[in-house]
């Protein structure tokens, strides 16, 4: 035991005095939580009658085509949940979801106009974030900015903190913003969150961008209860002037008004190709 | 026909009420200590709770619940980008520590490192509150916030070093 140790505890404890029980506080829990079920039972409803339609239509419209089987995605899990409280009161769904544009060949989705509002480093922004195949790379995209934060590297991939854009924390991950050129991070704190989360409002959703048929899913390995949005390979998403496509060998990010970008992979890291 | 079973099984929201109910005030406590004001501690304290009531029915395990409910708060409070992360610091302008120390100036260090907290990154004062609030050991903060012993360890210096900057070198 040390000084700096009780102090801290000492200071922990002396700040957070305990207050009188809430009697109110699992209502409000279980009134939302009664919510999101309903927000949920009402996006696999729908998904069922689209799929429904889809089936009706095949069976009726295509000739020789008895029975049309949908591969559906997995399911995110109602443990991904993450509810705000603020958000999920007094509002309701909204009726004018703006949608993604997607190319004719379904490989480019345009998210410049939907996203989670967040703090980006050059004011507020729209993000949407989005997980690599592997789920080692959890990545962000938005208007002003793009970057990948690696779960792992091979050794010697990840430099010494000493190149980082930040002044404290550790490496996140090769980052683009705005018209300056790709660079390592550093922070205490991870920026991206591709996981799926309940929102009454679909635009600003943190994953606006996904839907069953142009992402993936799967459990997040660090943590099955959360679900990963996963950018599939061969997929690529834009917002401005800032993509981002991945490929089996890896993830890149691109300005395409200035040229500068990054590939990242678990092996290699290449800024500015 | 067969006899009743003998195990009651209690009714899932009457479970929840009885855990919100026995745990809210120290679940509370933790939220503020990872948040460092009221307002957003209660909305984390009932982010919490609603994952933990949307997790219950399937919770094999209600012993274990407590635990799911600070591994999710911690969680929770790391992943938020935005809504806790846009905090304005007190301590932009923090006061020097100079002198003999005496009873005044250990409560002024309690203060010191308090509003020193808010100047850590969110993964770094998580990891402060479950050292030392919650008494975790690393491989269990680890696990809690779903990272390495390594990062766990990084993590610690780096917070305990800028905490004893702003104390302006404390023994330890």
């Known amino acids: 035991m040390n000084n700096l140790d009780d102090l801290i505890r000492s200071s922990l404890n002396e700040h957070t005095p305990a207050t009188a029980p809430d009697g109110g506080l699992a209502g409000r829990a279980k009134a939302v939580g009664r919510r999101v079920r309903m927000v949920q039972a009402g996006g696999v409803a729908l998904l069922a009658v689209v799929l429904s339609v889809g089936v009706i239509w095949g069976v009726t419209t295509l000739p020789g085509r008895s029975q049309s089987i949908v591969a559906a995605s997995p399911q995110p899990g109602p443990a991904s949940t993450s509810v705000a409280p603020s958000e999920s009161a007094g509002s309701s769904p909204s009726a004018t979801a703006v949608r993604p544009s997607t190319s004719a060949d379904g490989k480019v989705r345009d998210v410049s106009k939907l996203g989670a509002p967040a703090d980006g480093q050059e004011g507020e922004m729209l993000v949407n974030y989005f997980a690599s195949p592997t789920g080692n790379f959890h990545c962000f995209i938005s208007t002003v900015g793009a970057g990948c934060t690696g779960q792992d590297w091979d050794a010697g991939v990840e430099p010494s903190r000493a190149v980082c854009k930040g002044s404290e924390g550790g490496v996140m991950g090769p980052e683009i913003w705005g018209t300056a050129n790709a660079a390592w991070e550093c922070g205490t704190d991870p920026h991206s969150f591709p996981f799926f989360y309940d929102s009454e409002n679909p635009d600003e959703s943190p994953v606006a961008w996904w839907d069953e048929s142009f992402g993936e899913s799967a459990p997040w390995s660090v943590d099955p209860t959360q679900t990963l949005a996963i950018l599939p390979y061969g997929k690529t998403l834009v917002a401005g002037d800032f993509s981002c496509t991945m490929a089996k060998a890896g993830v890149s990010c691109h300005n395409s008004a200035t040229g500068s970008g990054f590939k990242a992979s678990r092996a290699k890291v290449e800024l500015n190709s | ?172």
Do not use: C
Not at chain 2, 17 to 42: I, K, M, P
Not at chain 2, 75 to 95: C, F, I, K, N, Q
């Open chain 2, 1 to 172: 026909m067969t006899a009743p079973s003998p195990t009651l099984e209690l009714a899932p929201e009457l479970d929840f009420e009885s855990f919100v109910a026995s745990h809210q005030v120290r679940l509370r406590r933790y939220a503020l200590a990872l948040t460092g004001n009221g307002s957003d501690a209660d909305d984390l304290l009932q982010t919490t709770l609603v994952k933990v009531y949307l997790a219950w029915n399937r919770m094999a395990d209600h012993e274990h619940v407590v635990g799911y409910a600070r591994t999710t708060m911690a969680r929770a409070y790391v992943s938020a980008w935005r809504r806790w992360g846009s905090r304005v610091s007190p301590t932009e302008h923090l006061p020097e520590v100079t002198g003999s120390r005496s009873d005044a100036d250990v409560t002024s260090d309690r203060d010191l490192i308090w509003r020193g907290l808010d100047r850590l990154g969110r993964r770094q004062r998580a990891v402060v509150v479950l050292r030392y609030f919650e008494d975790y050991d690393l491989a269990a903060i680890a696990d809690a916030l779903g990272i390495t012993q390594g990062t766990v360890k990084s993590q610690l210096s780096r917070a305990l070093t800028n905490l004893r900057e702003i104390l302006g070198g404390v023994e330890s």
